[in-house]
Structure formats: structure tokens, C-alpha cells
């Protein structure tokens, strides 16, 4: 069965950091990408970062470009997200997803983490 553990969140300060950490068990499981996702209470989960596994291509969102970084260390099957310059606006529970290739929307989800900045 394929899992998805996020880790990392917590409650910081604004203007501090934050690494979350996302890792796919079991380790033979093989995805086209992972992707990183936030939802705040009473809307839609939106997205936030995405890396290609095997060329490490990464897309962002507009609102995080230039603060967050996606990466990813294939040996360990694990996603990162290094979130800089944190906002209260960031405030969310942040999901980790999978998908299996570029043709299928993430099928995917980890747990989520709640991640919360105070002004």
C-alpha cells in the first residue's frame, strides 16, 4: 500500500523557515512526479510546488516564488519543501501528493501538516 508522510509543520514566527518533508513508501513505489499542496480551512486546496522525480524540473506558484524551494533525494524516496520568509498568509495545512505520470492528476495524498505564522 502506498503512503505519503508529511513532516515538518509548525507554528513560527513571520519571517522565519520551515522544512516539511514528504516520504513515499514502499520504497519500490515509482512516480513521474511529487507536488506539494495547501488548504486553508474553508477553501480549496491550491497549489503550491511540484518536482519532475526524474529530472528534477520544478514548478511554483506565483505566491511562493523566490521563498520556496522543492527538492527531492531519490535515494530516500523523499520530497522536500524549504519554506523562507514565511507570511501569515502561508498559514495552512500543507498536503504532499503523487502522481504516477504526466497524464494522471495526483493520485496521491499524505495526511497534511499544519504549518502556521504568526505576525
Known amino acids: 500500500q502506498v503512503q505519503l508522510v508529511e513532516s515538518g509543520g509548525g507554528l513560527v514566527q513571520a519571517g522565519d523557515s520551515l522544512r516539511l518533508s514528504c516520504a513515499a513508501s514502499?520504497?519500490?513505489?515509482?512516480?513521474?512526479?511529487m507536488g506539494w499542496f495547501r488548504q486553508v480551512l474553508g477553501k480549496e486546496r491550491v497549489f503550491v510546488a511540484s518536482?519532475?522525480?526524474?529530472?528534477?524540473?520544478?514548478y511554483y506558484a506565483d505566491s511562493v516564488k523566490g521563498r520556496f524551494t522543492i527538492s527531492r533525494d531519490i535515494s530516500k524516496n523523499t520530497a522536500y519543501l524549504q519554506m523562507n520568509n514565511l507570511e501569515p498568509g502561508d498559514t495552512a495545512v500543507y498536503y504532499c501528493?503523487?502522481?504516477?505520470?504526466?497524464?494522471?492528476?495526483?493520485?496521491?495524498w499524505g495526511q497534511g501538516t499544519q504549518v502556521t505564522v504568526s505576525s
Open positions: 518536482i519532475t522525480w526524474s529530472s528534477g524540473t520544478t
Open positions: 501528493a503523487a502522481r504516477r505520470n504526466a497524464y494522471n492528476n495526483y493520485g496521491y
Open positions: 514502499p520504497r519500490t513505489f515509482s512516480f513521474y512526479a
